[in-house]
C-alpha cells in the first residue's frame, strides 16, 4: 500500500461501529429512512455530509447514507470502514439494460464494468466485485421473504447523462443488465480494505427501450423502495 498524505481514521470520541453497516446511497430514501430511523429512537452519530444511526440490538446496526456519486460514496465508506466496519450492504437504484429486468425488480449486482474516475486509486488484481458469500446470503433472504431477485454485472458511470443509446446496447449486448453510479467503486475500495460489501438496488427507470422509462417518482416505487431497505435491515441484524 503505498504512502498516503490523509488517511481515514477514528477520531477520539468517535462511534465505534461494532455490526454491520447497511449503506443507502440515493437522497431520494434520505427522509423516509431518517423518519423511519427516529421511530426507533435510534442514537445519530456524526457523518461528513451524510448521515449515521446506531440501531440497537446485539449487535447493534448501523443504517448511513446517503452519498451519492462514487467520490462521495467512497469517502463515507472510507470512514465507516475507519469506524470499525467490517460488514456493508449497499442499498440503491439502478437503471436497466435488459429487457428482462423490469422497473420496479430488485436487482443485486455480482461485478462491474468501471466508467466511474475513484476507484482507479484503488489498484487492484482483480475487477470490481460483490462478496460472493454475502451476496448469496442476502438474495436467500430477500427471496425468502418475498421479494424474487435478479443478479449479474452492472456498469458503473459518473455521468448519467452521457448514458448513450451506443453504450446501453453495446453493453446489453455483453450481457451487462443494469448501471448504477456507486457500485464499482465501492466494491473496490470493499477489496482494497480487506472489508465484505453487497448491494441491492432497486430497478429504478428502463433505458433500452426507444423512449426512457422511468418510475423512481412513483408513490408505489417510494414504497416499495423503502420496504426493501428495511427488509435488508432484518437481514443486516443476523450478519456476523
Known sequence: MSDTVINPSRQKGEVHLTGPVLFFVNPGDAPPIINEARKRQAQKHFLFHSN???????????WAGPALGAP????????????????VLVY???GSLAP?????????PTWSLSEEGTSAHYPLATGPAADEDLRRQLATFLQQEGYPVQEGPIWTTDAPFRETRQKVQEYGRQGIMAVDMEFSALSTVATYRSVNLAAAMLVSD?????????????KVFKKKSLEIFLAMSRFACNVT
Open 52 to 62: 449515521l444511526f446506531e440501531i440497537s440490538g446485539q449487535p447493534p446496526i448501523f
Open 72 to 87: 462521495a460514496a467512497v469517502m463515507a465508506l472510507e470512514k465507516l470502514i475507519a469506524l470499525g466496519c467490517k460488514d
Open 92 to 94: 440503491g437504484w439502478c
Open 100 to 108: 428482462g429486468l423490469t422497473a420496479g425488480d430488485i436487482f443485486l
Open 206 to 218: 428502463e433505458l433500452h427501450h426507444e423512449a426512457w422509462r422511468p418510475i423512481f417518482a412513483s
